[in-house]
């Protein structure tokens, strides 16, 4: 098979081969009667991490989101969210198949929201209104293009939120970028959210998995969704050992991956015909639009699949691009000759 340089996402990364030896000897047991010692010590070391009471094991991120939306609410309830978020763009309206509240949507700057913003949105006892219940942030901000929630605005919504009633949930599926790249660690993150999710199959390079973290009554209920959705795994061991070994060697090295990501922006500002600010780039996601008016990002995403290079085109003018432990800084010189080919630059 011909190898690519694929910049698509963090998510298609491949277990090295340590990784899949440990997984190969993963003590298992049944997960659904709770007795799969790796899943117990997975969600144990994953729930330290967060400083949260506990940690369920899911299969997916998307699993995980919703899992904690439906736990946190009721149906009819209204859930107030950034409106390039994940939960609310990219897992299948699964907010209001599976738990039917409803989306109050803000504009954010690169996906972070004010405190200011959520309170004005925040609905006032009347019987003609929804009741807002839920807050959800994310962090890092996928199509904020991998940008950092500052932790005083975090602190600022929460508070707001618990003087309100209001609960807060943080999709954490890129807490570990923001933790590496800002030196503030995940539980500090964490402390300002009731319920965590974070993944394993992203930067850190697990091949499935991802955990909610929270009180122990907020996991117990999880945990009854979880069935219900039919995430209840078996001897589910085998990859909860790749997560763990994912956090204890693929965590620090996140700093390659954005020193990776800033070199990609730095040497993509030098072309014309793309538009881009390498200081939005703070870890290690890439949006950058097209300027060139004869090019679209799809004829673009071939081109550069023709130069062995894989993008994403997610606008017709867009792409993302994303760093991970199958990039090396060599690719990235290779992957910016690329895209100087296709924009037929010298
Ligand atoms: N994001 C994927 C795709 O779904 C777009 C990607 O390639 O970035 N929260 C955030 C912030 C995510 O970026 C993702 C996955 C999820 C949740 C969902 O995780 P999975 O794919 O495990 O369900």
Redesign the pocket.
Known sequence: MEHFIDL????VTKPTSSMRKVMAGAEVGDDVFGEDPTVNALQEKVANLLGKETAIFVP????A?QLAIKSHTQPGDEVIIEGTS??YN??GGAGAALSGVQFYCLKGIRGILDASQIEEAIRSEDHHLPITRLICL?NTH?RGGGSIYPIEKMVEIYESAKSRGLLVHL?G??LWNASVATGIKPHEYARWADSV?V?L??GLGAPIG?LVAGSKTFIDRVHRFRKMFGGGMRQVGIIAAAGIYALDHHLERLKEDHQNAKRLALGLEELKGVSIDPEHVETNIIIFSIADPGMTALRMAEAMKRNGVLIHPIGKKQIRL?THLDVSSEDIETALKAFKKVLGQK
């Open positions: 698509r996402s963090d998510t997916s991120g998307t699993m989101n994940h939960p990219f897992e994310e996928n999709d599926a890129r999710s993944c199959s992203k991802s994303v």
